[in-house]
């Protein structure tokens, strides 16, 4: 464990090379089960002949680790949320990120966890046993280690034979640019949304279900804040639309019988105040693209997903992989040309102009 900026300073100097970019392996642990508020917590990094961890919570400046990343090689597994925590930590994202789940996938893995591809490609079978651990405690267990070291330890061999097959099918550009176009996802993303309180099921209420929805959301996320715990924890997102559901129709709200009083308190208070608000203050319901939907515009889709699918199964992968059934709905409709909504080889494999 590296714990402070003397030791990870004086690692790093270790790992360069003299010659080309180092190529490492990077993952990240946070405490987003444990606490309110999600703290990028450990750091496991490899390269070729050593592995080791880097302890955020311990290391007062992680900026030599940031800088020594600018210009390495690193390979991650699913890289969407270990991209969004350098994000939100650093201010910034490694510009070289290579992702075995990606290039799995495009090589036609159906199972791309990295477990699966352990044992899939090395025949060893990872513990799960700290999957949901509370990685902000310390010291960290002996199985703690071994599980975060595991997540690390077998990636870049994994992309060595990932890309050699890549090449082999001549689909490693493809897999140039699907990394490249999810490192810009990340970048691009707007992570501070008003309308956060929008969960999963919100769309199917009124404008007065909506009203009670962000009511409780913000009640619940205060409620999760004082506790320092998640705020799943308080209530889901589907209690909230459940309860937003009955309160919007007449019907009482019965809460879990564990909540404390106080708790129960705070809700009623919520539940009072938002029963006043006129109606001019409700949220509006989204009001998506209306799309002239007839025989001629499922024709379009038909043919498209067609294509698709005897394209993906040539290529035996996924349909999904080349286009989501929305993106050809969006096709269909005339919203905008391939290249506006796929990557250069999706275009290609769909088989329509540019």
């Known amino acids: 464990m590296i714990d402070t ?27 987003s089960l444990h606490r309110y508020k999600e703290s990028l917590c450990l750091v496991q990094f490899a390269i070729r002949d050593d592995s080791v961890l880097i302890d955020p919570l311990a290391i007062e400046d992680l900026s030599p680790m940031i800088r020594f990343l600018r210009d390495a090689e690193i390979w991650m597994h699913g890289a969407d949320y270990d991209m969004t ?33 352990v044992q899939d490609y090395f025949g060893v079978e990872l513990s799960k046993s700290s999957q949901k651990a509370d990685w902000g405690k310390r010291p960290l267990s002996e199985k703690m280690i071994e599980y975060a070291l595991n997540d690390v330890d077998y990636l870049l061999e994994m992309g060595d034979m990932i890309v050699a097959k890549l090449k082999e099918l001549g689909r490693y550009d493809w897999f140039l640019e699907s990394c490249e176009a999810a490192r810009l996802k990340v970048l691009e993303r707007d992570d501070s949304k008003d309308d956060a309180w929008r969960v999963q099921g919100a769309g199917k209420l009124d404008r007065r279900g909506l009203a009670w929805l962000r009511a409780l959301w913000h009640w619940r996320d205060k409620e999760a804040e004082s506790w320092d715990r998640p705020s799943f924890m308080v209530a889901t997102n589907r209690q909230l639309v459940e309860w937003s559901t009955d309160l919007a129709s007449g019907r009482k ?18 539940v009072e105040a938002t029963k006043a608000l006129p109606e001019d203050s409700w949220p509006e319901r989204p009001t998506g693209k209306r799309r002239r939907r007839d025989r001629d515009f499922d024709r ?28 050809l709905e969006s ?18 494999c769909l088989g329509v102009g540019v």
């Not at 003397?6 to 490492?24: D, F």
């Not at 709200?253 to 919520?270: M, N």
């Open 300 to 327: 379009r889709v038909d043919e498209l997903i067609r294509s698709r699918d005897a394209a993906a199964k040539d290529l035996d992968i996924e349909g999904s992989l080349i286009a989501s059934r929305a993106v």
């Open 331 to 348: 096709l269909a409709a005339g919203e905008g040309e391939p290249q506006d909504f796929l990557l250069k080889w999706q275009v290609g």
């Open 85 to 117: 925590m350098f994000k939100r930590e650093f201010g910034e994202v490694p510009e070289v990120i290579y992702d075995t789940q990606i290039g799995a996938r495009l090589l036609g893995s159906r199972r791309f966890g990295l477990g699966n591809l």
């Open 253 to 270: 709200v019965s809460l879990p019988r564990h909540y404390r009083p106080d708790r129960v308190k705070r809700f009623r208070g919520v």
């Open 5 to 31: 900026t003397e030791r990870l300073v004086s690692y790093l100097e270790s790992c360069k090379r003299a010659n080309g970019p180092v190529v490492c392996a990077i993952d990240t642990e946070a405490d």
